[in-house]
Nanobody
């Protein structure tokens, strides 16, 4: 059974940076499309970034503005999300998600992700 565990969250001031890490166990992520979602208080969960099986295709939310970078390390079975220049609006619970049977050079937030981490809090405040 695949399990996803996030780490790296916390509290940070506006303009700061964080690197969230997602460690998978029970299954090799080589065969999984990986993604990060987030859910802010009072809002629906939204896609932040996804990365294809090959690692060559990434997609980001329209308002990412170049501040988010998703990466994958198949050897270590991890998928990370680097966030720079954090804004107050980035405060949310961030979730790692995985989707099996994806296309090698494709990823989308609108696909159904079968596996989810428990989420990790990111709080941006001054």
């Amino acid at each position: 059974q695949l399990q996803l565990v996030e780490s790296g969250g916390g509290s940070v001031q506006p303009g700061g940076s964080l690197r969230l890490s997602c460690v998978a166990s029970g299954f090799k992520i080589d065969y999984l499309v990986m993604a990060w979602f987030r859910q802010a208080p009072g809002k629906e969960r939204e896609g932040v970034a996804c990365i294809s099986l090959s690692g060559t295709v990434t997609n980001y939310a329209d308002d990412a503005n170049g501040r988010f970078t998703i990466s994958r390390d198949n050897a270590n079975n991890t998928a990370d999300l680097q966030i720079t220049n954090l804004e107050l609006e980035d405060t949310a619970v961030y979730f790692c998600a995985a989707k099996p049977k994806g296309l090698i050079h494709y990823c989308s937030f609108s696909d159904t992700y079968m596996y989810w981490g428990q989420g990790i809090q990111v709080t941006v405040s001054s």
